[in-house]
């Protein structure tokens, strides 16, 4: 079934107005979240809002919660969320790293006693629209095993980074540093459908099919074994231990651990003013003959095209907007799941 993007966001909104959230920062939320569904990201979007609106419910997100500057030098600067909305929070952070970017050229902001803030591109993509390159990476719950470990030892990690380009669509990496993200999992056992063996690891470490056991007898694996595990142990010292939020085992999760209870999510955004080593154009030109001298690289027998990360992302876009977000069975559980909770009948916004 589809939905048109403005519609799924007024849904966002009045679910969440209706809990005490604030329409502004409602809004935020909704543009955040749908954002990432146009961009397929199915994950992380809109499906969970029902987890979001649990925890607002219990008093784990703060309906009330004022997140702001505790600490700052010209370079950077640290937020406290206040438990509010991840997305809330994160906005700030990102917003606070560019400003700190164009008085030093590079710009920090770490986060600590926030939330799971949903995909770390849409941060990184804020940079984008002021032609800085932007890198968004939070810290998580552990679900992530390492190698030798049984069991979870760091949290998934995401990582995103974005640049931008002149006549060419903006690059943008967003991933997690386990092989999937834990959403993929998720969405295999509501379906009940196998995965891949190289997922998920079972109580005892070993590779299973199974995706029903995760999270509570088995771990994601790392992506490319110990250098997804390493590169996840940087982002959590600059989103975690950096920072003075939760790490490791002390970060909650938002969508399984007491709804009363704050998470204690870290994160770290940092923005990078290219106009402080070169001009903005020229920056871009560059980045636009890289794209260029990539995409007309030989293919390989049967390819007809070399992507660069975000290219499907931008064109699903661009697509959802002509034709409407077309939602995978589970987003649209849950959100007349959610729907049914709060009063709000999903079904009118569904084509």
Request: charged share 20%; glycine share 10%.
């Amino acid at each position: 079934m589809k939905v048109h993007a403005k519609e799924l966001e007024q849904f966002v909104i009045e679910t969440l107005t209706k809990v005490g959230i604030s329409e502004t920062d409602a809004r935020t939320t909704a543009e955040v979240l749908v954002t990432t569904d146009t961009w397929g990201t199915f994950t992380h979007g809109v499906k969970n809002l029902r987890g979001y609106v649990r925890r607002i419910k219990g008093g784990g997100i703060r309906t009330r919660a004022v997140p702001k500057v505790v600490a700052e030098g010209p370079a950077w600067a640290l937020v406290d969320g206040d438990s509010a909305l991840g997305m809330i929070t994160s906005t700030l952070a990102m917003r606070t790293a560019m400003a700190k970017a164009k008085n030093s050229g590079i710009g920090y902001a770490g986060v600590r006693n926030s939330c799971h803030f949903g995909a770390a591109g849409y941060y990184a993509v804020m940079a984008v629209k002021e032609d800085m390159i932007g890198i968004a990476m939070c810290n998580d719950v552990p679900s992530v095993t390492a190698p030798g470990a049984r069991g979870p030892v760091l949290g998934s990690n995401p990582f995103a980074f974005a640049v931008p380009a002149g006549k060419e669509k903006p690059i943008i990496l967003d991933m997690a540093t386990s092989t999937v993200a834990g959403g993929k999992v998720f969405a295999a056992a509501a379906l009940e459908k196998k995965i891949p063996d190289h997922w998920v690891v079972d109580a005892d470490g070993l590779p299973t099919t199974d995706p029903t056991g995760y999270p509570h007898t088995g771990a994601l694996t790392p992506m490319a074994g110990h250098k997804g595990y390493g590169f996840a142990l940087f982002i959590e010292t600059l989103s975690g231990v950096l920072t003075g939020a939760a790490i490791t085992q002390h970060v909650l999760s938002w969508s399984f651990d007491d709804p009363s209870l704050r998470t204690g999510h870290g994160a770290a955004f940092i923005a990078i003013d290219v106009k402080a080593m070169m001009s903005g154009d020229k920056f871009k030109q560059r980045v636009d003959q890289m794209i260029q001298e990539l995409h007309e690289l030989p293919k390989a027998k049967g390819s007809e095209r070399i992507f660069l990360p975000g290219e499907m992302e931008w064109e699903r876009r661009e697509k959802a907007f002509v034709d409407g977000i077309e939602l995978p069975e589970d987003v649209i559980m849950s959100l007349r799941a959610l729907g049914e909770e709060v009063g709000l009948d999903v079904n009118r916004i569904l084509r």
